[in-house]
């Protein structure tokens, strides 16, 4: 299988943004912007292009989320190299990727993560508000946006990020990181038409929701076709069944752990 990480040029525009938070909402889906969009709702401007849509999720929502993926097209699993039952990444096989953190309250703290390596933070975190396009929305909080910009090495973007808001909410730098010269939105680059090609490369992955679709599972090496069902926050389970067989097997489309 090509590695899609290579073979595709994603980008999310703030229309399509919007279109995903407003099917969310219409799903009950109390969605909070997260990564680039987070920055430039908290500064309403878009001051990047940016290629993917994070997004945090109670993940007591995630099966109405599933609904409301489906009806945009975003409903396969990008593979990443990094996903874990609580991170990972979906899109539609050809521009838009959406990358998801489900997340659960305890008390007035969100727990993020596993059992033993998870991580608490106050609820206070993703309680900021921005703009996208002319739309509200809910997004992390400036101090927690910049915070969640460090503790890895900083991209161009992140420099240029964490610098912003910074001098937007009048905030200390982080070490390792410098004021920007960038004060106007840049220029949008073009988008790439999809290459049909890709979209039958993508569309062998996970289908997300209540529907019959193919499924190829990579450490099996094989195809399989079955109901597609889903399990939050722990795994993401598809019941599939392999060609010319008339037995059915679990696995988790998340971590690829099997099990009867």
Known sequence: MKDLRTTTTHQMSAPEAVDILD??????????????????????????VHGDLDLWLPANQFDSAVNAFVETGVDRLFPWGDDRPWNFVLHDGATRRVDLHLYEAVGQHLHYGGIE??????AEALTGHGQ????????ESPHWAIKWHTGYPARPEDQADVALLCQAFDIDLPDGFH???????????SRATPDPDRRKVTQGMVLLGPVLGSLHHPQAGQS?????????PVHL??????????????ICSACSCWWS
Do not use: M, N, Y
């Not at 996208?132 to 997004?139: F, K, L, Q, T």
């Not at 004021?179 to 949008?188: D, I, K, L, T, W």
């Not at 399989?224 to 939050?232: E, N, T």
């Open 23 to 48: 099917r969310l909402a219409a799903s009950g889906v109390d969605a909070c912007v997260g990564g680039g969009w987070a920055v430039d709702a908290l500064l309403t401007q878009q001051t990047r």
């Open 117 to 122: 390596t998870g991580e608490t933070f106050p």
């Open 132 to 139: 996208i396009a002319d739309r509200a929305v809910r997004c």
């Open 179 to 189: 004021r920007s010269h960038h004060s106007a939105p840049r220029s949008p680059i």
């Open 224 to 232: 399989w076709r079955g109901a597609i069902l889903v399990q939050a």
């Open 237 to 250: 389970r598809a019941a599939v069944q392999q060609p010319g067989s008339s037995g059915w097997k679990s």
